[in-house]
């Protein structure tokens, strides 16, 4: 695929994003096109030597076995500089040494990121700049709205990609084929004959030393907000005519628009939990409270869980609950489609009387559709089966798909910008209710399956 991109330059290069997601994806997408060649820049406020940067790019491209002719380009002429991306001097020394046409690539926290681009409108960009943004997006509607607005004073809308690594994942480009490749699902997709649909992403992780950000955050912005709106958008779309970017935006967006809080109520359709200490998978963690950098004030949730409704013809009534939380017992990260009951089952048949269920799993990417049928045995008495499935892995890592598309100019997996303000709008009143302390902090000690009175979704 033609490169319209000739430099990645990342800022926030010393920071956990770069070396353990943006190099491995680099080094994986180099690797299977030996042909391509793009310049690699760092950028970060550490004081790294060039071996230093070198090295954090070996090893990185390692972890996904990377070589080839393409890898070696950008292991010896990588470059790292020290930079405070906030400072328009710094930013314009920066700029000076870009060759050709750069993504420039912000893995810094949101604030940070905001800050550098407002440094932007007062210098020059290099030519032919690409914007890629990580989630999340701003920190809340307003401040999305006056990124977008920064943004659209530095580069044309097709040349910023808001990344969300979940729309690179294989499991929701399945997604799209398993509805609209298979007539089964889609006629059926639809308030009439769906009761519910769940979407769970339980983590085992703890908070892995990243309470700078995440303290600030919380399971609601950091999964929610973002990715799982994402997924949600995808699984309920109308049909798009192409998957051009902008028919799947346009599908994406149209369905995000109609979403609210279910019955308008962030009190009752919503619940947030905290974990205590406890041992996930034989790791001891410490409490939330307890690990560097937490300040236990800001009452930031590690479980978030909140139920949406989707006022269009086809989903009115539909409870879409999504739900993310980390520190928990069994790593969980599916999506539950349960069907209504049927309208009216044979008298004489008996036994169970579970509705129809259709899983997708999100990593494994497998799925599994349980029915009932007459088993053996009694012919008049249902059993339950699980038809299975493995989608089999993605070629490309999450990231190498995100990377693949803002190193050929193509937006269609990036959130567009009407999109990124939007699920601020959908999340807000959850957090205002938060932060009143209208929603109780519930505590679940790490490695549990969350607050015990809590009911299992799904
Ligand atoms: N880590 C992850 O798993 C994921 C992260 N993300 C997103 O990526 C973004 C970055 O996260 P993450 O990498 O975890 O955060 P880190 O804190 O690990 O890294 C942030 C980097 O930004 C640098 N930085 C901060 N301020 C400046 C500045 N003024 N000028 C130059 N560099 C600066 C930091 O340098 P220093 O340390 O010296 O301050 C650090 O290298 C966040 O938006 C997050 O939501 C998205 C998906 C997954
Ligand atoms: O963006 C994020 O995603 C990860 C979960 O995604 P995965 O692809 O690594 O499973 C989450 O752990 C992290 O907190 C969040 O910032």
Known sequence: MASTVATLLIFGASGDLSSRLLLPALGQLLTRNPDRRVALMGSGAEDWDADTWAETVRTSFATVDASGPAVDAVLASTSYHKADVTSPEELTELFALVEGAPAIYFALPPAVTAMSCAAMLTIDLPAGTTLCLEKPFGTDQRSAEKLNGVLAKLVPEDRIHRVDHFLGRSTVFNLVGLRFANRIFEPLWNSEHIERIDIVYDEQLGLEDRARYYDGAGALVDMIQSHLLQVMAVLAMEPPSTLDAADLRDAKGMMLRATRVWRGSPVKSSRRGRYTKGTVDGRSLKSYVAEKGVDPARETETLAEVTFEVNTWRWAG?????????????????????????????????????????????????????????????????????????????????????????????????????????????????????????????????????????????
Not at 350 to 356: D, H, N, Q
């Open 318 to 458: 539909v409870p879409f609950t999504l739900r993310s939380g980390k520190a928990l017992g069994e790593r969980r990260r599916e999506i539950v489609v349960t069907f209504k009951p049927v309208p009216h089952l044979p008298t004489g048949l008996w036994g169970v009387e579970a509705p129809t269920k259709l899983r997708i799993m999100l990593a494994p990417d497998e799925m599994s559709l349980e029915l009932n049928i007459n088993g053996p045995g009694d012919p008049k008495e249902l059993e339950r089966v699980s038809l299975g499935a493995t989608f089999g892995e993605g070629q490309l890592l999450a990231y190498a798909e995100v990377l693949e598309g803002i190193l050929a100019g193509d937006p269609s997996l990036s959130v567009r910008g009407d999109t990124a303000e939007d699920c601020w709008r959908i999340v807000a009143p959850v957090i205002k209710a938060w932060r009143k302390d209208k929603v109780p902090l519930d505590d679940y000690p790490a490695g549990s399956s969350g607050p015990a009175w809590w009911m299992p979704l799904g």
